[in-house]
């Protein structure tokens, strides 16, 4: 089963109606809730088969053949040093868009397209400085429910870690 996330037309008036509020794909990573825009999904897949690629990072899972192409797939839980969590019937493929190049992202499950107004994403936060921050854009406030919003351009520490899969 594969979702196709679609994004309204954006013309100037309704980008600058749109400017207050964000969409986001949000999803669970043990028991905390994640959210990417809704601009860089391209679909939501069930697990498939994953080809491993010798010699990767420990957090690349390996590859996918989505639709006749290659896509490296990440395991959420390995890229934040999670604890390990067998896939299940909940456990989907994010397929995101990261510069010109379209991941898999492993998560424990997806929650929701959610709306945030700008003035609800704290964009800065104080972290000691262990924390990789250049990986977060914020964190939402929808409900009461903190969301870890993630900056998928500065998600990969370094574009040649996915290089070895497409190569």
Do not use: W
Not at 82 to 108: A, C, M, Q, S, W
């Amino acid at each position: 089963m594969t979702i196709e996330i679609r994004t309204q037309g954006s013309s100037s008036s309704s980008l600058q109606a749109a400017e207050d509020v964000l969409q986001f794909v949000t999803f669970m990573v043990a028991d905390e809730m994640y959210g990417v825009s809704v601009h860089n999904v391209q679909s939501i897949n069930e697990m498939v088969q994953i080809t491993h690629i010798p010699d990767s990072d420990s957090f690349i899972e390996g590859v996918i053949n989505l639709r006749g192409n290659v896509v490296p797939v990440i395991s959420i839980r390995k890229k934040y040093n999670l604890p390990d969590k067998e896939y299940d019937l909940f456990t989907v493929i994010i397929i995101v868009e990261i510069g010109e190049r379209l991941v898999g992202l492993i998560v424990d499950s997806v929650s929701d397209v959610i709306s945030l107004p700008v003035s609800g994403i704290q964009k800065e936060i104080q972290f000691s400085s262990a924390v990789n921050k250049s990986a977060i854009e914020g964190i939402g406030n929808l409900n009461n429910q903190l969301i870890i919003l993630l900056n998928l351009e500065n998600f990969i520490d370094n574009e040649n870690e996915l290089d070895e899969c497409y190569d």
